[in-house]
C-alpha cells in the first residue's frame, strides 16, 4: 500500500497534477468531495465542519466540541481511504496525517504569484485585484488551518520530500517526474511496513471513537499512540475515576493490546460545546 499527498498553493495546478499522477499510476484519487462522501457514511453532516476545512478556526469555533468532532472524523476517513488501497491525497493535511508513514511520499506545488494572478483571473472571471483577495485568503486560511490542526509551516519545503514549480512543469510533467521518485518509496519492504503502521493508526482512532463517542466519556484533547502491542492514551481528565473508566473502554476496543495512559488530571476543565 503506497500513499502519495499532495499539498498546492491555491492556482498552483494542484488537482490537476494530482488526477494525472492517479491516472498514471493507477492509484485512486482522493479529494475533498471523497472525504466528505466517506465522513457522510458515518451518519455524520459534513456541512457542520465547513468552518473548519482548510481554515484557521475562528475563536469561538476553535472552543467547540466540534473542532474536536472535525479532526477526528477527518482523520478516520483518511485512514479508511487509505486502507482501500495505493492512493493519491489532494490537501487535507494528509501530508501531517501520514508523515511517519514509511512509505508515504509528499509532494508541495507552487506557482510565482503573478502566475497564480492570471489562472485565478480565469478561473472566477474576475480582475486583478479580486484575484489577489481570493489568493491572500485562500493562503491565509491554508496557513491558519496547518498551524492550529497540525502545528506545522504549510510553506515551509522541509515538510515535504519534493516540491515543484507549475510555473515550469505542466501537470503531466509533475507526474512524471513524481512516478520516478517512486523506487525511493515504494519498495515490497515499504509498502508492507506502510500496510502494517496504518493498522496501527486506524486501531488508534478506533479506540479513541470508543472512548469518546460510544462511551461518551469527557477526556478532553483525546489523543492515541500505537506502536505494535502496546497503546497509549494521552489527554486531560477531571479525575481519576475517569482515567479508569478510559484505560477499561480502551482495552475493550484494542483487545489483545496491552493499554496505559499518560493522561492528566486538571480540575474542573471543560470546553464549550
Given at each position: 500500500?503506497?500513499?502519495?499527498?499532495?499539498?498546492?498553493?491555491?492556482?498552483?495546478?494542484?488537482?490537476?497534477t494530482a488526477q494525472e499522477?492517479?491516472?498514471?499510476?493507477?492509484?485512486?484519487?482522493?479529494?475533498?468531495?471523497?472525504?466528505?462522501?466517506?465522513?457522510?457514511?458515518?451518519?455524520?453532516?459534513?456541512?457542520?465542519?465547513?468552518?473548519?476545512?482548510?481554515?484557521?478556526?475562528?475563536?469561538?469555533?476553535?472552543?467547540?466540541?466540534?473542532?474536536?468532532?472535525?479532526?477526528?472524523?477527518?482523520?478516520?476517513?483518511?485512514?479508511?481511504?487509505?486502507?482501500?488501497?495505493?492512493?493519491?491525497?489532494?490537501?487535507?493535511?494528509?501530508?501531517?496525517?501520514?508523515?511517519?508513514?514509511?512509505?508515504?511520499?509528499?509532494?508541495?506545488?507552487?506557482?510565482?504569484?503573478?502566475?497564480?494572478?492570471?489562472?485565478?483571473?480565469?478561473?472566477?472571471?474576475?480582475?486583478?485585484?479580486?484575484?489577489?483577495?481570493?489568493?491572500?485568503?485562500?493562503?491565509?486560511?491554508?496557513?491558519?488551518?496547518?498551524?492550529y490542526f497540525f502545528d506545522?509551516?504549510?510553506?515551509?519545503?522541509?515538510?515535504?520530500?519534493?516540491?515543484?514549480?507549475?510555473?515550469?512543469?505542466?501537470?503531466?510533467?509533475?507526474?512524471?517526474?513524481?512516478?520516478?521518485?517512486?523506487?525511493r518509496f515504494f519498495n515490497?519492504?515499504?509498502?508492507?511496513?506502510?500496510?502494517?503502521?496504518?493498522?496501527?493508526?486506524?486501531?488508534?482512532?478506533?479506540?479513541?471513537?470508543?472512548?469518546?463517542?460510544?462511551?461518551?466519556?469527557?477526556?478532553?484533547?483525546?489523543?492515541?499512540?500505537?506502536?505494535?502491542?502496546?497503546?497509549?492514551?494521552?489527554?486531560?481528565?477531571?479525575?481519576?475515576?475517569?482515567?479508569?473508566?478510559?484505560?477499561?473502554?480502551?482495552?475493550?476496543?484494542?483487545?489483545?493490546?496491552?493499554?496505559?495512559?499518560?493522561?492528566?488530571?486538571?480540575?474542573?476543565?471543560?470546553?464549550?460545546?
Amino acid at each position: 500500500m503506497a500513499v502519495i499527498t499532495v499539498s498546492r498553493e491555491l492556482a498552483a495546478l494542484g488537482d490537476e497534477t494530482a488526477q494525472e499522477l492517479a491516472k498514471l499510476l493507477g492509484y485512486r484519487f482522493v479529494d475533498k468531495k471523497a472525504l466528505e462522501e466517506r465522513i457522510k457514511s458515518y451518519g455524520i453532516e459534513s456541512q457542520k465542519f465547513k468552518k473548519y476545512d482548510e481554515r484557521k478556526p475562528s475563536f469561538l469555533a476553535s472552543l467547540s466540541q466540534d473542532r474536536d468532532d472535525y479532526l477526528h472524523y477527518l482523520k478516520t476517513a483518511i485512514f479508511a481511504e487509505a486502507e482501500l488501497g495505493s492512493c493519491v491525497f489532494i490537501g487535507r493535511g494528509a501530508s501531517v496525517v501520514f508523515k511517519n508513514m514509511p512509505g508515504a511520499l509528499s509532494i508541495f506545488l507552487v506557482a510565482p504569484l503573478e502566475i497564480r494572478v492570471e489562472r485565478v483571473k480565469s478561473y472566477f472571471h474576475c480582475d486583478e485585484k479580486r484575484a489577489r483577495q481570493i489568493i491572500e485568503r485562500s493562503d491565509q486560511d491554508r496557513t491558519g488551518f496547518h498551524q492550529y490542526f497540525f502545528d506545522i509551516d504549510w510553506k515551509d519545503p522541509a515538510n515535504y520530500h519534493l516540491s515543484l514549480n507549475t510555473a515550469v512543469f505542466s501537470p503531466s510533467a509533475c507526474a512524471e517526474m513524481i512516478n520516478r521518485m517512486r523506487d525511493r518509496f515504494f519498495n515490497p519492504e515499504a509498502e508492507a511496513q506502510n500496510a502494517f503502521r496504518l493498522k496501527e493508526l486506524i486501531l488508534g482512532q478506533q479506540v479513541k471513537h470508543h472512548i469518546i463517542y460510544e462511551r461518551e466519556i469527557p477526556i478532553h484533547f483525546l489523543e492515541t499512540s500505537v506502536s505494535g502491542d502496546s497503546l497509549t492514551l494521552y489527554g486531560v481528565a477531571n479525575s481519576q475515576a475517569l482515567i479508569k473508566m478510559a484505560l477499561s473502554a480502551a482495552q475493550e476496543a484494542a483487545g489483545s493490546a496491552s493499554v496505559q495512559s499518560e493522561i492528566q488530571i486538571v480540575r474542573e476543565f471543560s470546553v464549550i460545546p
